[in-house]
């Protein structure tokens, strides 16, 4: 167990003791012991030296800590967290009638769908608060909530008694025609059609409502959507949503931003068809979302969610027997210029793909192939070496991995900006960079005088050959340079703070040798 065990003890029951999680953890470790234990044991076991209980402790801290993540997971509304929606949950979790429970033997039980239940009751009850017909019973179930008597299932058969109330008080209010002109109205803009579903975008309460339609037999809404929860998706969560239907019946609908994917009976959609068409269109969207070929898109809530969960394609590794080939899966499905450009600056990209995108049509990839920092094939290179972009030419120029006739091609090119990048390279051979030294230039001069695999004899003939303060200084700097040839730079110099740079690397490199 951890030294800071007995800390982490009295912080949870002297600082969160307002959510009840101090109890919590003393029904965790009572149960794991077999008795009941007090705060004041608690701390005891925290000194303990019987491994046994020391063992209880820790395990009920992690239990504690899953239990804590739940809580703050579910108790988030529209982003934001809502303290009383906790309270009730760590009320439910102290009294054995909620959906997070200790269980015998002391083991946390987390029931998800129950969390879903109580999460989407919560926004019924704040949406039934809004509402005149109902306003004194939700204020007295909120009074009595406040004040610690009412359990996780009380409240629960409250809600869904005023909310039974509040059905019938406005059920001759609800939208029981203008059906045919709302999928007209829809037809007009619809954009996808996707495994068989016409799928439709929904941006108000009223559209959805009127194409769910009423029931003439039983004058009930043809869908669970607007009746279970009375528009507070529309608020809580925000639009817009995806309507999939088939002809005009609606099927399933989709929330980016809640991650909600739910049939007809307001039930999480199963269906592999259904699942494997909401797949190919949230693909359909990112492409368009990271492409930014639509500024609708970028305004649609939780999609970013979505979008960043592609970026891992940059940084995973390909070469994992486990994710390697789900990731190439997934990057291929999602094909844009983005996820191409993440793939290309990737090292651990297979070979053959890199090949593949040395040929991409768009120059930002192409420039991320030839900066990849991992091994390129010659083929690779050879094909970026002769691109129609300087840029991605330059890139190449800077690799440390070229055979000699590509850096010999390189060293002739006709942008300066691509010889400039092999003057850099502490890779290319002391010919390539002789041929470079022929050039009349103080860019070049620079460039290679920079270079810490130019040799002694190619740095006095740059020597020989500028006046350049700046070319001056890099020979200072680089340690190849001899001392000979700096006693010639210090005599031409005429600047201060340049003079004393080559005194002192003068110095240096004596000092070097007579160490040796």
């Known amino acids: ?308 969960n592609i970026w891992w394609i940059g940084t995973v590794d390909f070469g994992d027997p486990l994710r390697g080939k789900e990731a190439l899966a997934m990057a291929g499905r999602l094909d844009s210029p983005a996820i191409r450009q993440a793939m290309a600056g990737n090292r651990t990209t297979p070979e053959e793909k890199l090949e593949e995108l040395a040929g991409d049509p768009e120059e930002e990839v192409r420039l991320a192939v030839a900066s990849n920092e991992g091994w390129l094939s010659d083929k690779a290179i050879e094909r970026l070496s002769g691109d129609a972009s300087a840029k991605v030419r330059a890139a190449v120029a800077s690799r440390h991995d070229l055979g000699k006739d590509t850096m010999a091609r390189l060293a002739d090119d006709r942008e300066l900006s691509v010889r400039l990048a092999l003057c850099g390279n502490s890779g290319a051979t002391g010919k390539i960079l002789d041929h470079l030294a022929d050039e009349d230039d103080e860019r070049v001069r620079f460039a290679l005088a920079r270079n810490r695999a130019a040799s002694e004899e190619l740095l006095d003939r740059i020597a020989e050959g500028t006046r350049h303060p700046g070319v001056m200084q890099q020979l200072a700097k680089n340690p190849n340079t001899g001392v000979g040839t700096l006693t010639k730079l210090g005599e031409r110099s005429r600047n201060r703070f340049l003079s004393a740079m080559i005194r002192k690397a003068i110095n240096s490199r004596r000092g070097t040798r007579a160490a040796r």
């Open 1 to 308: 167990m951890p030294m800071d065990a007995l800390a982490v003890v009295r912080v949870a029951s002297r600082i969160v003791l307002a959510y009840k999680a101090g109890k919590v953890l003393l029904a965790l470790v009572s149960g794991r012991l077999g008795r009941d234990v007090s705060n004041a044991e608690l701390a005891r076991i925290g000194r303990s030296g019987d491994d046994g209980e020391r063992k209880a402790l820790a395990d009920a801290q992690d239990d504690l800590r899953k239990a804590q993540d739940a809580v703050k997971y579910w108790s988030k509304f529209g982003g934001s967290e809502d303290p009383d929606f906790a309270e009730l949950i760590w009320s439910g979790i102290e009294d054995g009638g909620g959906p997070i429970r200790v269980g015998d033997g002391g083991a946390l039980e987390i029931d998800a769908k129950g969390c879903e239940e109580l999460h989407d009751r919560w926004i019924d009850w704040i949406e039934l608060g809004r509402r005149d017909q109902v306003s004194a019973e939700v204020r007295e179930l909120r009074r009595r909530f406040r004040s610690k008597s009412v359990t996780v299932g009380r409240f629960l058969d409250e809600v869904d008694a005023i909310k039974r109330k509040f059905q019938s008080l406005t059920k001759n209010n609800r939208l029981s025609s203008g059906e045919d002109d709302a999928w007209e109205e829809l037809e007009r803009g619809r954009r996808w059609s996707v495994g068989g579903y016409d799928i439709y975008r929904i941006d108000d309460f009223r559209t959805m409502s009127a194409v769910a339609g009423i029931d003439p037999e039983t004058g009930e809404s043809k869908t669970e959507w607007c009746v279970a929860k009375e528009s507070s998706y529309f608020r809580s969560y925000g639009p817009p949503y995806y309507l999939f239907a088939k002809g005009r019946s609606p099927e399933y609908l989709l929330n980016l931003n809640s991650s909600q994917f739910k049939d007809r009976d307001d039930v999480a959609a199963r269906s592999e068809d259904a699942l494997r068409a909401a797949g190919e269109f949230i693909m359909d969207v990112l492409k368009a979302y990271v492409d930014d070929c639509d500024e609708d898109f970028r305004r649609i809530p939780g999609l970013d969610k979505y979008a960043g």
